[in-house]
Nanobody, 117 residues
Framework: QVQLVESGGGLVQAGGSLTLSCTSSESTFSADAMGWYRQTPGKQRTIIASITSGGLSPSYVGAVSGRFTISRDNAKRTVYLQMNNLKPEDTGIYYC??????????WGQGTQVTVSS
C-alpha cells in the first residue's frame, strides 16, 4: 500500500516560517502532479498549492499565494511546502496527495501547523 508521510509541522508565532515535507513510497511518484491540502476544524480538506509532475508551474490558492512555495524532488519522492509569514488562519492539518482523484493514494496522517497570534 502506498504511503504518504507528512512532516515538518509545529507551533510557530505569526510571521514565522515552516517547511513541510511529504515523502511517498510510490514508485511512480514522478508521474503525478502533487498538491498540498489543508484541513481546519469543521471544514473540508482543500487544496492550497500544486505542482506538475516535472516540478513546473506551481500554483497557489487564495491567501497563501506570495507566502508559500511548493517544490518537489522526484529522486527523493518528496514534495515540499515552504511557508513564510505565517498567519493564525494558516492553522490546520496539512496533507499531500496527487491532484487527480484517479491517482490519489490513501491519505497520510498529515502534519499539524499551529500559528499563534
Amino acid at each position: 500500500q502506498v504511503q504518504l508521510v507528512e512532516s515538518g509541522g509545529g507551533l510557530v508565532q505569526a510571521g514565522g516560517s515552516l517547511t513541510l515535507s511529504c515523502t511517498s513510497s510510490e514508485s511512480t511518484f514522478s508521474a503525478d502532479a502533487m498538491g498540498w491540502y489543508r484541513q481546519t476544524p469543521g471544514k473540508q480538506r482543500t487544496i492550497i498549492a500544486s505542482i506538475t509532475s516535472g516540478g513546473l508551474s506551481p500554483s497557489y490558492v487564495g491567501a497563501v499565494s506570495g507566502r508559500f512555495t511548493i517544490s518537489r524532488d522526484n529522486a527523493k519522492r518528496t514534495v515540499y511546502l515552504q511557508m513564510n509569514n505565517l498567519k493564525p488562519e494558516d492553522t490546520g492539518i496539512y496533507y499531500c496527495n496527487a491532484i487527480s482523484p484517479l491517482r490519489q493514494k490513501g491519505w497520510g496522517q498529515g502534519t499539524q501547523v499551529t500559528v499563534s497570534s
